[in-house]
């Protein structure tokens, strides 16, 4: 069995603090190394070098962790700390929010929405970066990982805010990672649509110069029902406070709602390009 040879400052980086709670709790319940490996589905060496900050935590195992320890979200906040350096400038302050909001309303661009991703369609986009030389691949995975984190802080928490979303119809017909990858995406936004909390609409590319956005954009209401929005460019995200601007944003919004597809034709029409796909 692997043991431990030393114990890093859990105050000394992220990776170390995630580290040294998985082995504090560990201790706690009077548990081996091995035996919470086998909990988690590690080996016990690999559980050493977690707890020793020479490894860093996958999202699989901040959220089994989460599980085993039933420590309600701990170890996917301490995978967030982790994985914020790969994040756009501003994004980790958006996600604070997203995590806490009560409604999320958004209109996204060109690719699905990253909550809606599946692991297989977020890998590609993240690969496609790296061959771009914008991201490095440790980077890549980070992203990876902090994705499924954050799908699961808003997804499957357990009041989940409702959700409505309006997706550009180039997000539906774009080819991301291949036929097989996208007929899955395809399938898990179908899916996701059937959860009472979430409606999906399709605004077809028809619409023209009637979108009112020509950049994506999220509207959050936060549990004082104070409204929040966000949006990016390809270097940082922007938190837009301007009580103003989130009104104005929102009063666009709904007209958006009205002009998109109705959520039976949105499903219809994602039904049709999977099929379509070979």
């Known amino acids: ?15 170390a603090r995630f580290g040294a709670e998985l082995r504090r709790l560990r201790r706690l ?25 020479k490894e860093t935590p996958t999202s699989k195992l901040a959220l089994k962790a989460d599980e085993v320890f039933e420590t309600g979200g701990l170890f996917v906040e301490l995978l967030r700390r982790i994985t914020g350096a790969a994040l756009l400038e501003g994004f980790e302050e958006f996600a604070d929010c997203e995590a806490r909001c009560r409604k999320l309303q958004s209109f996204q661009t060109s690719v699905i929405p990253g909550l809606f991703q599946t692991p297989e369609y977020a890998a590609a986009l993240a690969a496609a970066a790296v061959r ?57 936004v179908t899916t996701l649509a059937e959860r009472p909390n979430i409606t999906i609409q399709v605004a077809p590319l028809s619409l023209g110069e009637l979108v009112p956005f020509t950049f994506p954009v999220v509207l959050l209401t936060l549990p004082d029902r104070s409204l929040v929005g966000y949006n990016e460019t ?8 301007s009580s103003t601007t989130c009104a104005a ?25 999977r099929k379509g796909l070979q």
């Open 1 to 15: 069995m692997a043991t431990l040879t030393t114990e890093p400052d859990p105050t000394s980086s992220p990776v």
């Open 29 to 53: 319940r009077g548990w081996t190394q091995e035996k919470l490996g086998g909990l988690l589905g590690y080996s016990d060496t690999w559980i050493s070098l977690i707890e020793r900050g």
């Open 132 to 188: 771009r030389g914008s991201i490095t691949q440790g980077q890549a995975d980070e992203r990876v990982a902090f994705l499924a984190a954050r799908q699961h802080r808003v997804l499957e928490r357990p009041n989940p805010p409702i959700i409505h979303t309006v997706m550009d119809e180039s997000c539906v017909t774009r080819l991301v990672g291949g036929p097989s990858v996208m007929r899955r995406q395809l399938d898990h």
């Open 234 to 241: 390809h270097s940082r995200g922007y938190l837009e406070r």
């Open 249 to 273: 944003w929102e009063r666009d919004y709904d007209q958006l709602q009205v002009e998109s597809l109705s959520t039976v034709a949105s499903l219809a029409m994602i039904s049709t390009v």
